[in-house]
């Protein structure tokens, strides 16, 4: 299996038909969690994978409706058993909120937890976090309001690769991080400082020469129609609004 799949497409307001926005890489050998503002483990049930597949997470920036959950995921995780090590990468600002967050339940008494690994991601260059033969993912800064990258997912067997944006307005690094991605994940929460419009998008997938768009992340209030329009007045491809559990491969 090379998947991708969106767990969540909602801007930082979730409603009853989509959670904040977070992702689910899987492969054969790895199931990569791409941030936890909420709970995932219905979702993940729903996208029939149990807690404990998770492999790896990687967490974009510390705000709330990107790792809020981070408490309960380990929790969860811990009660479930968990025995084998799970790897978290983050920028070094994103893994101290991240630790301060969990510092808040005293996990680290929690008799027999299982390891936790750090791994830090760089804010100054693009940076291949995870590296195995049937997949690669690697992770950029780009401009948000508080420290954030966005990630770049390429499946080896399949030769598809996705960018997943995140929360940023754009920038070079997105440009750099997206550019020959079949597919462009891309928030559309602006416009406003540190957030991306559905015009800015299209311009974004445009200079990328992507194939697809998606927008994600968007304020569910507005009209899809206005949404897509807006976003396909720069950009000649198919464009399409994220929903819960669509996925890709
Ligand atoms: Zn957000
Ligand atoms: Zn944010």
Request: a negative charge.
């Amino acid at each position: 299996m090379n998947r991708l799949t969106i767990l969540g497409s909602g801007f930082a307001v979730a409603n009853q038909n989509q959670e904040n926005t977070y992702l689910l890489v899987q492969t054969g050998m790895h199931t990569v969690l791409i941030d936890c503002g909420n709970n995932p483990v219905g979702k993940l049930q729903q996208a029939g994978v149990a807690i404990n597949q998770i492999t790896d997470l990687i967490l974009t920036h510390a705000h709330a409706d990107h790792m809020g959950a981070l408490p309960l995921l380990m929790m969860d995780m811990w009660l479930c058993k968990r025995q084998t090590p799970l790897k978290v990468y983050g920028l070094d600002y994103t893994l101290e909120k991240a630790k301060a967050l969990l510092a808040i339940y005293n996990w680290e008494n929690w008799q027999g937890m299982f390891p936790v690994e750090f791994y830090s991601i760089s804010a100054d260059s693009r940076q291949e976090i995870v590296h195995a033969r049937e997949l690669s993912i690697s992770a950029a800064s780009v401009k948000h309001l508080i420290p954030t990258v966005g990630v770049r997912v390429s499946f080896v067997e399949t030769h598809k690769t996705f960018v997943y944006s995140c929360d940023t307005e754009p920038c070079e690094g997105l440009d750099r991080l997206a550019t020959g991605a079949h597919l462009l994940i891309q928030e559309a929460a602006g416009p406003a400082k540190g957030h991306t419009s559905p015009e800015e998008a299209g311009i974004t997938a445009n200079k990328a020469g992507v194939k697809e768009l998606v927008l994600i992340h968007y304020d569910a209030g507005r009209s899809e129609e206005d949404l897509l329009s807006r976003a396909s007045s720069n950009f000649a491809g198919k464009v399409s609004l994220a929903k819960d559990l669509q996925f890709f491969e």
